[in-house]
């Protein structure tokens, strides 16, 4: 295990914006495992590919399980995410295709997704390695002018206005 620094950091601003995508399932009825399993096996060759090939703009992305699973990633943009969406060379588009006719709208397995063009936002984190944005797009010390939240803040919109 990779000791993690006990200092604070933020996330460096990104120049251009970055897209914040989560993408989730759930299991509502557990007596279908050919359904969910063959959702869940499918999320696992996406990350591989996108990882692979970092012209998708996929910036960074982790695996959380719970009451439901959840991938959060970073893009570089939305943009970014609708084009691997709709790629037939990648691997989304084809298991899309087979989840639409084989399983959506039979309860047998549910699916979800969200995309979010970052704006005006704020990071921290202590004691640990980055995690979300920061890990996404460069973490730096948190340090003069980036000490408080409205700091940060505030340097997130000053960041959008300098690439507009």
């Known amino acids: ?70 991938v959060v990633s970073y893009w570089r943009s939305a943009e970014d995410v609708r084009r691997f969406a709709a790629d037939g060379a990648a691997p989304h588009l084809p298991a899309w295709r087979r989840f639409t006719k084989r399983f959506a709208d039979t309860n047998a397995v549910g699916i979800w997704h969200e995309t979010y063009v970052i704006g005006e936002h704020e990071t921290i984190a202590s004691g640990m390695s980055p995690r979300g ?16 939240a409205a700091q940060r803040i505030h340097q997130s919109v000053e960041s959008m206005g300098s690439s507009a």
């Open 133 to 148: 944005l920061s890990e996404a797009v460069g973490a730096v010390p948190v340090g003069v002018g980036t000490a408080t």
């Open 1 to 70: 295990m990779v000791e993690s620094e006990a200092r604070r950091f933020t996330n460096q601003p990104p120049p251009d914006g970055t897209a914040l995508f989560l993408i989730g399932m759930t299991l509502p009825r557990l007596r279908h495992p050919r359904a969910w399993l063959s959702v869940f096996l499918a999320m696992p060759r996406m990350l591989w590919y996108l990882k692979a090939n970092a012209e998708t703009g996929l910036l960074s992305a982790r695996l959380y399980l719970g009451s439901s699973i959840m």
